[in-house]
């Protein structure tokens, strides 16, 4: 996908000569960005700001026209936009209030989306008291949208986009400005539709906790193009040398414990050290046969930090 930039220098000279002769610069948004993705599968699409995420999903829902290459989704070609494809797919962007009317109840709202797309109404009934169960709708659905707050607004949205169930899902930023406890629920609900209608989903997010949680599977974009697509944790392996062992062990000195590792916290009798991957089985042996042990774990590090060295130096 490239776009066309108008190219103006500052000074009303410029902006005088730029209505009778424009010049142009194009700019590439997403590059040689290829990638399949199966029935069921959730797959988390990441990459920095600017990379070329949401101009990607807006291809693959047929928002945007790609200005070369193909684009397959669901045997369709996403531009053309036609109802019967419209009717398998869901974009659900977490900046993006729900439409219509906020006078309207959500219960209103919901009844108008049946019509809209000729969902029947005993498949309505049986979605709406399924969508009502899983998203705790029932306090929500005689509220005007303008009086639901922002996670409730979130909820009230997924259940619009899924009411005629989708086969395939975009969600482009599902947990933007949502705390914990909305966050927590919107990501559950994303797994159990996923588990119990075997759509496929496409997610993207900054939030690494949506991805730890949700996508076994990874597509990292950086600068347009295509950087990674693979396993999650097999991208972790590669990125991230060492491991974390966290340790409850009372009444240890946590100078003791340098030896076996890099301490990097210790407090209230747990300690977690970093420790390179080809040595944690042997460390933890050692630790267990050494110790008073109470608790231990080994832990991959953060993922952020996976990502962020993604990022910075890429991936070999």
Not at 58 to 72: D, E, N, P, Y
Not at 111 to 137: I, M
Not at 178 to 191: E, K, W, Y
Not at 270 to 281: H, K, S, Y
Request: net charge neutral.
């Amino acid at each position: 996908m490239t776009y066309r930039a108008p190219i103006r220098e500052s000074g009303w000279k410029a902006t005088v000569g730029s209505v009778f002769r424009r010049r142009h610069r194009e700019v590439p948004a997403v590059q040689d960005v290829s990638f399949t993705l199966g029935p069921g599968e959730v797959v988390g699409f990441i990459g920095p700001n600017g990379a070329g995420k949401t101009t990607t999903m807006k291809i693959l829902s047929g928002l945007l026209h790609a200005t070369s290459g193909q684009v397959r989704v669901l045997g369709h070609y996403p531009w053309q936009r036609r109802a019967d494809f419209l009717r398998r797919i869901a974009f659900i962007r977490g900046s993006q209030p729900v439409g219509g009317s906020q006078e309207l109840t959500v219960l209103d709202t919901l009844r108008y989306q049946r019509l809209l797309y000729e969902v029947p109404a005993a498949e309505y009934a049986h979605n709406l008291e399924e969508l009502t169960d899983l998203l705790e709708l029932e306090d929500l659905l005689h509220r005007q949208l303008r009086a639901l707050s922002l996670g409730e607004r979130m909820r009230a949205g997924l259940a619009l986009s899924l009411l005629y169930r989708p086969e395939v899902m975009f969600l482009d930023e599902p947990t933007l400005g949502l705390d914990v406890t909305g966050a927590t629920a919107i990501r559950r609900f994303v797994a159990e539709y996923a588990r119990q209608t075997g759509a496929t989903v496409l997610l993207t997010s900054h939030y690494m906790a949506d991805v730890a949680s949700l996508c076994p599977r990874l597509v990292l974009i950086d600068e347009g193009k295509l950087r990674y697509d693979g396993k999650l944790d097999e991208l972790a392996a590669r990125l991230s040398p060492y491991k974390l062992i966290r340790l409850t062990a009372p009444n240890v000195d946590p100078e003791r414990l340098r030896a076996a590792g890099e301490l990097v916290e210790s407090s209230n009798g747990t300690c977690v050290l970093r420790v390179p991957r080809e040595e944690v089985a042997r460390t933890t042996a050692r630790l267990l046969t050494e110790l008073d042990v109470a608790d231990l774990a080994v832990e991959e590090a953060p993922l952020e930090v996976v990502i962020d060295r993604a990022y910075r130096e890429g991936v070999r």
